[in-house]
Every structure is written in C-alpha cells, then in structure tokens.
C-alpha cells in the first residue's frame, strides 16, 4: 500500500516538474506531464492533487480536460505560437541541417497535435 502511494507521488512530483520545464524548453509537452501529475496525486497525495488542480497556472486547464477533454481556444492559440516560435528559435541556432530536419518534423507533430485538440471557447 504504502510502496504503491510512494510510487504515484514520485511519478507525480516527476510529472511537475517535467510539466513545468515544458513552459520553457519546446520538446517537453506541459499538458501531459501535468495530466499524469494529477493522475498521480489522486493515487498518492489528497494534498496536492488539491494544490495542483487549484493551481493558478494549471487549473484552467485541468478542469477543462476533466470535463470536456478540451483545451480554451486561447491557451490552444498561446500554446501553438510559444512551441512553434521556440522551434524556430532552436532550428534557426543549431548547425547540423539534419537535426534541423528532425526538429522542423518535431514541430510539425506538436503543431498538428495541438490543432487537432477539441477546442472550447473562451
């Protein structure tokens, strides 16, 4: 019992900060990372599954999923502006052209990924 609910709350802590280095780095995805975490603490931690769904960054968007497996029109915009411009950012930096092709193929992925995400309005 006690080794299950110590292995949710590592994955979940794991997840956090996966989720929250995913804000700044453009290959880490945010949204699953943060998804998983919550998973987790519902498994682990009653304190914070709590905390993280009443989260100001997060919450939003987690009560959104929750209910209607859907992301608002305008994080689904912010999201999609913020990985493609850090893509070009790290294409347009690295030397090596087929990692710049691996990167762009990256991009297209998430892009169509996110795009393709039930949308809700605003």
């Not at 997060?58 to 990985?83: C, H, N, P, Y």
Request: charged fraction near 15%.
């Amino acid at each position: 019992m006690y080794l299950k609910k110590g292995f949710f709350l590592v994955v979940g802590v794991l997840s956090v900060f996966l989720g929250t280095l995913g804000i700044f780095l453009p290959l880490l995805p945010t949204v699953p990372f943060i998804l998983l975490a919550v998973f987790c603490f519902a498994r682990s931690s009653e304190r914070l599954h709590r905390w993280l769904v009443n989260h100001p960054w997060f919450a939003v968007a987690i009560a959104d999923w929750q209910r209607e497996r859907g992301i608002r029109k305008t994080i689904k915009k912010r999201a999609m502006i913020l990985s493609a411009a850090s893509f070009i950012l790290s294409i347009s930096i690295v030397p090596l052209f087929w990692v710049k092709g691996l990167l762009f193929v990256m991009m297209l992925i998430l892009l169509t990924y996110l795009w393709r995400l039930p949308t809700l309005p605003d």
